[in-house]
């Protein structure tokens, strides 16, 4: 099985940064994106940052600009660097990982429990 663990969030005052934390560890051959999503009370889960194996990423149109994603393949692990937050961006944000387990199974996509990120105004 494959587990992710995010790390990071809490508090913050608008304008301000945060950085979120994100490791996959477990039966793991490969992993071939890994990405952030959030989901503010009262509405549908979205994409905040993908990046794929390659280093290529994409984001939501609301985070470019003052959004990082980075990842660093050989702990697994996927970042989030946020600067001038906003009221808007409070929610729980999940990190999820598309993985191969082995050479010949395709990927399978797992999520993180998931971090709470509140700013403050």
């Known amino acids: 099985q494959v587990q992710l663990v995010e790390s990071g969030g809490g508090l913050v005052q608008a304008g301000g940064s945060a950085r979120l934390s994100c490791a996959a560890s477990?039966?793991?051959?490969?992993?071939?994106?890994m990405g952030w999503y959030r989901q503010a009370p009262g509405k549908q889960r979205e994409l905040v940052a993908r990046i794929i194996s390659d280093g290529s990423t994409n984001y939501a149109d609301a985070v470019k600009g003052r959004f990082t994603i980075s990842r660093e393949n050989a702990k697994n692990t996927v970042y989030l660097q946020m600067y001038s937050l906003e009221p808007e961006d409070t929610a729980v944000y999940y990190c999820?990982?598309?993985?191969?387990?082995?050479?010949?199974?395709?990927?399978?996509?797992?999520w993180g429990q998931g971090t709470q990120v509140t700013v403050s105004s």
């Open positions: 999820n990982a598309d993985v191969q387990i082995t050479e010949l199974r395709a990927a399978n996509r797992y």
């Open positions: 477990g039966s793991i051959f490969s992993i071939n994106a």
